[in-house]
């Protein structure tokens, strides 16, 4: 026995239910996705990049005298 009871509905119809649903999760995605750019881009800072590879020439490197950025 199936669940469905009844006729089933046209398949335009279903074709263009389907197609609507799609179109309107695809706009909320845009929107959701603009969203977040936008806060992550407030909340980089607009300072420099700093280098993330030390370089040496054989002698230690102490990483607390260094002055890589803030937070360091």
Request: hydrophobic share 45%.
């Amino acid at each position: 026995m199936s669940a469905r009871r009844g006729a089933p509905p046209a398949k335009g119809i279903r074709r263009l239910e389907r197609w609507f649903v799609g179109v309107v999760m695809g706009i909320v995605a845009f929107i959701l996705e603009k969203i977040v750019l936008r806060s992550v881009k407030k909340q980089a800072p607009d300072a420099e990049p700093t280098a993330s590879t030390l370089t040496s020439k054989g002698g230690d490197v102490d990483l607390d005298d260094l002055h890589l950025g803030k937070g360091f």
